[in-house]
């Protein structure tokens, strides 16, 4: 992810000192065990549980990060929003916010696996059962943050990792948004850059124009695109998003040319699906998820998940007690 409104070029970060100072802070309940990853915004550590041993991951923002309020308050919106999506099966929940010591920090279930940018690294492009399967599932957690007022703004291969059991789940709420309705956020425009990863953002995101789902429904059919290829479905001037603007002023980004992919032609109904995700208008995409769910449904002939009992989804009610029969 590259911010250029906010973030300095080269961040100080010496994880060994950031993994002692962890150790001291959250000593009486966790072992720090080993860094797990480094990213733009913070370093991920894998800590065990002192009592009942369970793994988890604990995510520190840099420190030098934190020193500027702005950035701060997005890794604290990250928790609060993160902690409110808590329960879906397809993203990764914040437990627990803290800080001291000058560390702020996540606490977050350790997901043991490999996100989906080493994974095509080492394997190669996924079967269609497979990248379908990783699409479905992440359109499902999509769907579950904007139902909750949440727009993730960051779909990336590097922010979705496939677990021990097969399940695709969704990491770093970074850069997710909010608005004041409780449901379905639409973004106004912004006058300074939006930070995001370049090659997965919407036109509109990069232009600065308001933002709805279908931002994110962009960067899932980018990452699709990826899933079915090994190939980025763009090819923008990487990590800069001057040049990335441009090119889409140049019109390089029309999708018709780069979905006439061999590895796509397999396969009859994706050009269609990849065409309305990847639309430069969002006029043209897929409204929401609950649309592009029906359509992936189609294609993989797929059953729907069975819904909830109406009852079982409201809060649940204390039972009454139970009538004894008495008998004499
Ligand atoms: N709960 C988790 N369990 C296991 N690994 C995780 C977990 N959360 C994050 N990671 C891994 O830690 C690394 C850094 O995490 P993450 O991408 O969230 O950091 P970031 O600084 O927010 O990233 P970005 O550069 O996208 O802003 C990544 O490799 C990610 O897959």
């Known amino acids: 992810m590259i911010d250029t409104a906010t973030q300095p070029a080269e961040i100080p970060l010496d994880t060994q000192d950031i993994a002692a100072r962890l150790s ?50 997005r890794f604290r919106r990250e928790g ?14 914040v437990l627990d916010i803290g800080e001291g010591d000058g ?11 490999e996100d989906l940018d080493h994974l095509l690294a080492r394997t190669g492009p996924f079967s269609f059962h497979d990248a379908m399967l990783a699409t479905i599932q992440v359109n499902e957690a999509l769907l579950y943050a904007w139902n909750n007022g949440v727009l993730h703004c960051d779909l990336t291969p590097g922010n979705i990792r496939l677990n021990e059991f097969g399940q695709f789940i969704l990491v770093d709420f970074g850069l997710a948004s909010t608005s004041l309705s409780p449901k379905h956020p639409v973004l106004p425009p912004t006058t300074t850059p939006r930070p995001g990863t370049p090659l997965y953002m919407s036109p509109e995101r990069i232009l600065n124009e308001p933002i709805d789902i279908r931002s994110d429904l962009y960067a899932l059919g980018a990452i699709l695109y990826e899933l079915l290829t090994g190939e980025a479905a763009f090819r923008p001037g990487i990590g800069n998003s001057e040049d ?26 994706i050009q269609p699906l990849l065409q309305s995700l990847l639309a430069l208008s969002p006029a043209e995409r897929f409204a929401d998820p609950i649309k592009l769910q029906q359509a992936l449904r189609t294609l993989t002939h797929y059953p ?16 009454p007690p139970r009538r004894r029969l008495s008998f004499r």
Do not use: D, W
């Open 304 to 319: 729907p998940a069975p819904s909830l009992h109406p009852e079982i989804e409201s809060e649940p009610q204390p039972t």
């Open 103 to 113: 560390l702020h920090y996540l606490l977050m279930p350790y997901i043991r696996g």
């Open 80 to 93: 609060l929003l993160c902690a409110r999506l808590a329960g879906h099966p397809n993203i990764a929940p």
């Open 24 to 73: 001291i802070l959250l000593a009486g309940r966790y072992l720090v065990l080993r860094l797990i990853g480094i990213g733009g915004m913070a370093s991920v550590y894998l800590v065990r549980h002192r009592i009942h041993h369970g793994l988890f991951a604990v995510k520190v923002l840099h420190p030098a990060l934190a020193e500027q309020p702005e950035l701060l308050a």
């Open 244 to 269: 990335t603007i441009a090119q889409i002023e140049r019109n390089h980004l029309s999708p018709s040319r780069s979905l006439a992919h061999p590895l796509l032609r397999k396969h009859p109904g």
